[in-house]
């Protein structure tokens, strides 16, 4: 069993930045996937950032150019710098993982920290 602990968000002014972290409480190093999604009122959950196949990271369309996701195993934290943030970023930002044991996967996910950017 991993647990998934968000922090880092908060109200921003548009245009300003946001770091998310995401601290696990077991080791992250070998876990397939590795990422950040969000949902916004009324709106599916989306994928956001993550690292997968190969440890390369995925964007959305959506905060290309304007999010990087990094990861620091010895601290088994993942984290998201946000920059340029818009009124449209305004959601719950979720931390996802997955780890595989056999032939079994299993997702964990935090409970999420809110995001909200507004004037």
Same mark, same amino acid.
């Given at each position: 069993?991993v647990?998934?602990?968000?922090?880092?968000?908060? /109200?921003?002014?548009?245009?300003?930045?946001?770091?998310?972290?995401?601290?696990a $409480?077991?080791?992250?190093?070998?876990?397939?996937?590795?990422?950040w999604?969000?949902?916004?009122?009324?709106?599916?959950?989306?994928? &956001?950032?993550?690292?997968?196949?190969?440890?390369?990271?995925?964007?959305a369309?959506? &905060?290309?150019g304007?999010?990087?996701? $990094?990861?620091?195993?010895?601290?088994?934290? &993942?984290? /998201?710098?946000?920059?340029?943030?818009?009124?449209?970023?305004?959601?719950?930002?979720?931390?996802?993982? &997955?780890?595989?044991?056999?032939?079994?996967?299993y997702?964990?996910?935090g409970?999420?920290?809110?995001?909200?950017?507004?004037?």
């Amino acid at each position: 069993q991993v647990q998934l602990v968000e922090s880092g968000g908060g /109200l921003v002014q548009p245009g300003g930045s946001l770091r998310l972290s995401c601290a696990a $409480s077991g080791s992250i190093f070998s876990m397939p996937l590795l990422g950040w999604y969000r949902q916004a009122p009324g709106q599916q959950r989306e994928l &956001v950032a993550a690292f997968g196949s190969g440890d390369r990271a995925n964007y959305a369309d959506s &905060v290309k150019g304007r999010c990087t996701i $990094s990861r620091d195993n010895a601290k088994n934290t &993942v984290y /998201l710098q946000m920059n340029s943030l818009k009124p449209e970023d305004t959601a719950v930002y979720y931390c996802h993982a &997955v780890a595989i044991a056999g032939s079994t996967r299993y997702d964990y996910w935090g409970q999420g920290t809110q995001v909200t950017v507004s004037s």
